[in-house]
Structure formats: structure tokens, C-alpha cells
């Protein structure tokens, strides 16, 4: 457990009102934003390894919760893709300076996609951790479509917790809106996606149709064969963090020459 799981967070207000959880560790920039998953908070194993990682090199990092997740005000059954998007570039906007690496895990890396395009100039990198986007289209049983669509929720088994996990009828009209594999994402920043090949909830072909949608050329993906949905084993933590400093050290050679 590092100094930064356990401090207090700090508040970001938003302009309705509500505020935003999250965590700053000043540095050189590029500055690190982690996105967790769908239900997640900046409290997992990666979010914090990132941090501590950000931390010890000096680099500049942030870690959120969104609305509704964590210890940010609000109800999930509120949250949508779209309204943590336009959030998460309120807080960007207001804490950091200069450019952003952008880390998303699962539904994070969806939403990495459209934070970056909103982002626009000042969006340097993109970092991919079993992303997961378009799941409102191909994660769902045609009867669980036509529920949502219906203005149901629809509730699954959670293998990682005790009760189900909920996917509600606005947060998957939104996704629906939000689709991207299916036309070309305009974004050129590098961009480096992990992956394993035994994750039993996005399948790893994801990230090669996400590799091929996207317009920049500076695209790797990485596969673990034994990796699972999580990816939060010593080893995966290990391969996430060289794939930060990789992708880091390649954009800092980027702006010297």
C-alpha cells in the first residue's frame, strides 16, 4: 500500500454542483491519467502501481473516481460515457497543465478514446489495458438489448464481487451513441494497447480491431497468453509499467527533435 492509496483524496467541483475524487502527484509532464473500468475506483492495483511508479520517476500523474464510483458525489445509475467524459475534461482543464498520457482499463478504454478526441492537441499518448470499447454492442444477448432498449436494467452475474453488476437502460443508450470500431478513430498520438488472451469478458481481438481503427500508425499490441481480464498479477503490473516508460520516453524523444 503506497502513500497515495492511503491520503486523502482531493475534491474537484463540477459545475452542478457535485465533486469529483481524485489524486495528483505533480512532475514532468507528460502528465498520467488513469481511467479505471466500469465500477472501478483509483484505489485498484493498477491505478495505484501507476502512481506509485509516476512517483518514484518523477513524472506527473492523476487518479480519479468517477461520479457516482468511489468517493465522488453522485449515483451510478446516473453515470453515461458522455457525462464522465465532459466531467473528467472539467477536472483536466481546471489541474493539469500541458499534455496527457491517457490510461484506460476495460470500459477506461473506451472512454480513453473519447476523452482523447475531446482532448484534441493536447492528448500525447494512449495507453490501452483490456480496452474495451463498443461493449453496449457486442457484450450484450440480443433479449438484453431489447430490455435496455425498453428502458430496463439489466443485471449479471459479477465474478468479481457478491452482487450483480448492473448495466442500466441511459448509461447504454449513451454507449450506443459512442460507438467507434465501426469508422475510423481520428486520433495520431502513439498508442499501445495490452491484452490477454484468456480474458473471459472482452475478447483480445478487441484490441486488434481497436488497432486497426485507429488512424495513427503508432499503434502496438501487446498479448499476454496467459493473461486474464485483470491484468493485475505482479507480471502484468511489471509489463504495464515498461510499456509506460517506453511509450514515455518515446514521446519525450518526440518533442526534442
Not at 494512449?126 to 438489448?145: C, H, N, R, T
Request: hydrophobic share 40%; with cysteine; proline share 6%.
Amino acid at each position: 500500500m503506497t502513500e497515495t492509496d492511503t491520503s486523502p483524496p482531493l475534491l474537484h467541483t463540477l459545475p452542478d454542483g457535485r465533486r469529483m475524487a481524485y489524486r495528483h502527484s505533480e512532475g514532468r509532464g507528460p502528465t498520467l491519467v488513469f481511467l479505471p473500468g466500469y465500477m472501478s475506483d483509483m484505489l485498484g492495483g493498477k491505478a495505484s502501481a501507476l502512481m506509485h511508479w509516476a512517483r518514484e520517476q518523477g513524472r506527473a500523474c492523476l487518479l480519479l473516481d468517477y461520479t457516482g464510483c468511489g468517493v465522488s458525489d453522485g449515483t451510478f445509475a446516473d453515470g453515461t460515457l458522455s457525462a464522465w467524459r465532459d466531467e473528467i475534461v472539467s477536472l483536466l482543464v481546471a489541474k493539469v497543465d500541458g499534455k496527457i498520457v491517457l490510461f484506460g482499463s476495460s470500459m477506461g478504454g473506451w472512454l480513453m478514446l473519447l476523452l482523447g478526441l475531446a482532448l484534441k492537441d493536447r492528448l500525447a499518448g494512449l495507453v490501452g489495458i483490456a480496452p474495451a470499447p463498443d461493449f453496449s454492442e457486442w457484450g450484450y444477448l440480443p433479449e438484453q438489448k431489447d430490455r435496455l432498449r425498453a428502458g430496463e436494467s439489466v443485471f449479471e452475474d459479477n465474478p468479481y464481487g457478491p452482487e450483480p453488476t448492473p448495466t442500466h437502460a441511459k448509461f447504454w443508450r449513451d454507449a450506443q451513441d459512442n460507438r467507434l470500431l465501426d469508422k475510423e478513430i481520428a486520433l495520431d498520438c502513439p498508442v499501445h494497447l495490452i491484452h490477454g488472451q484468456r480474458d473471459a469478458d472482452v475478447p483480445w481481438q478487441i484490441s486488434l480491431r481497436l488497432a486497426d481503427a485507429l488512424h495513427s500508425d503508432e499503434v502496438q499490441v501487446t498479448l499476454i497468453k496467459d493473461g486474464d481480464h485483470r491484468l493485475s498479477r505482479p507480471q502484468d503490473i511489471a509489463a504495464l509499467l515498461r510499456v509506460a516508460q517506453a511509450l514515455t520516453d518515446r514521446i519525450e524523444d518526440s518533442a526534442t527533435q
